[in-house]
């Protein structure tokens, strides 16, 4: 239902900072929990941050807290992951998902995008 477009994944040194913008067609994202995922070499895929339109929290993987931040900007129907102090740990492919507030369940993923943290 709705399209999910990851951009502003790169090549950054160790300690370097990198945002990540994900743009949605086919729906607001007012209407849907949105959050980030990676998926590193030869690991799982693991949530990273996201948080729902109505909630007053926004929810950071453990590895990521103090480090990442979550924002939306729907007026661009945009969801963005500002990434500081980036870690060699951080190189993954991070994806953008979405779903509805009533579906426990992310439902919508975009291809992603490769960030890649040099040591």
């Known amino acids: 239902q709705v399209q999910l477009v990851e951009s502003g994944g790169g090549l950054v040194q160790a300690g370097d900072s990198l945002r990540l913008s994900c743009s949605a067609s086919?729906?607001?994202?007012?209407?849907?929990?949105m959050g980030w995922f990676r998926q590193a070499p030869g690991k799982e895929r693991e949530f990273v941050a996201g948080?729902?339109?109505?909630?007053?929290?926004?929810l950071y993987g453990d590895s990521v807290k103090g480090r990442f931040t979550f924002s939306r900007d729907p007026s661009k129907n945009t969801v963005y992951l500002q990434m500081n102090t980036l870690k060699p740990e951080d190189l993954a492919v991070y994806y953008c998902?979405?779903?509805?507030?009533?579906?426990?369940?992310?439902?919508?993923w975009g291809q992603g995008t490769q960030v890649t943290v040099s040591s």
């Open positions: 998902a979405a779903r509805r507030i009533s579906v426990p369940k992310y439902e919508y």
């Open positions: 086919g729906g607001s994202i007012s209407n849907y929990a």
């Open positions: 948080g729902a339109w109505n909630s007053a929290y926004i």
